[in-house]
């Protein structure tokens, strides 16, 4: 029994150095797309700070800007550019470094486990010496069946927890972008003008944040997708939040637009809901069944152990 039991537990890290191989490949994957947005956002950054920079440059033309009033308005569209780039390019260097961090836990877990395939060697010739060649092969058959069925269970659990946490980050900023939407039409309606529109803003800032952390959550969902064989695409666009975060102005036609773009992230939030549901759904009907397998499995090994 202990020689059985040693198999197991050297069989199941090595299941574990497997699986970490697979992860280390998508978070390496999720990290190089992540660098190439970096890149990117520091190319837009460098070019807007250059607009910056010329029109700070004195000139006959900017002073004869300045004169009829179109300076300053120019300057500040340009400035709020530089600054939306910025915020931006900072929340991408947050992820990389969190993708960085996350890649290196999983390269030193692996690299503890290192001398595991050939304990699993050692362990399974152990097991050998014990059996017949027609024993061995029918009982490691079972066994190989069983034990991936019981991997597949527990790597869908994980994924199953994984996707409960996104699921209610998606829920929560759901709550805050309906409660923003109710407070735009009474800031439109002019009702509570002032107390309205600073309701809404909060509300825009409570989900702008929750889309933040559920970005991070969707990346853990994903990655423990991977050992089930799910590729699934999450998108959580809150750059369209950046201008109103920053810079408001009471009039219709931007109280419309910001209603518009309130309409647009409700709608994200809903898609990904969706999404995750069907996931999830899909998840469930593959535990039921290795579930079910795992009951006949189990009855076909004490079958075996009594009748060998």
């Not at 299941?15 to 490949?25: F, T």
């Not at 300057?75 to 931006?88: F, G, N, T």
């Not at 990389?96 to 030193?108: A, I, P």
């Not at 527990?154 to 409660?179: C, D, I, N």
Request: aromatic residues 8%; proline residues 0%; glycine residues 2%.
């Amino acid at each position: 029994m202990d020689k059985q039991y040693d198999i197991k537990e050297v069989r199941e890290r090595f299941n574990r150095y497997n699986r970490l191989e697979k992860l280390i490949q998508e978070k390496g994957r999720q990290l190089a797309v992540q660098r190439d947005r970096l890149s990117d956002l520091y190319r837009q950054l460098e070019k807007e700070n250059r607009d910056v920079e010329e029109l700070e440059r004195a000139s006959f033309s900017s002073l004869l800007a300045r004169i009829t009033g179109q300076m300053e308005q120019k300057m500040e569209k340009e400035v709020q550019e530089a600054r939306i780039v910025e915020l931006r390019f900072n929340d991408a260097k947050r992820v990389e470094k969190e993708l960085l961090e996350e890649l290196t836990k999983l390269k030193d877990e692996q690299y503890r486990l290192r001398n595991v395939k050939e304990e699993y060697k050692i362990a399974l010739s152990m097991k050998r010496d014990q059996l017949s060649p027609s024993q061995l092969e029918e009982m490691d058959r079972l066994q190989d069946e069983l034990h991936d069925c019981q991997s597949t269970i527990k790597e869908s659990k994980e994924a199953l927890t994984a996707g409960e946490e996104a699921k209610e980050l998606v829920e929560r900023a759901q709550r805050s972008l309906s409660s923003a939407q109710n407070w735009g039409i009474v800031d439109m309606i002019g009702a509570l003008d002032f107390i309205a529109d600073m309701a809404k803003y909060q509300k825009i800032n409570e989900a702008k944040q929750l889309m933040n952390e559920l970005q991070m959550a969707l990346r853990r969902f994903k990655t423990e997708l991977v050992d089930v064989n799910f590729d699934a695409r999450f998108v959580v666009n809150i750059s369209s939040f950046d201008t109103m975060m920053d810079f408001f102005f009471d009039n219709m036609f931007f109280d419309f637009m910001v209603q518009s773009k309130i309409n647009d992230a409700k709608r994200q939030m809903d898609g990904i809901y969706d999404q995750i549901n069907n996931i999830m759904a899909e998840l469930e009907s593959i535990n039921d069944r290795n579930t079910n397998k795992i009951s006949e499995l189990k009855e076909k090994i004490r079958q075996f152990i009594e009748e060998a």
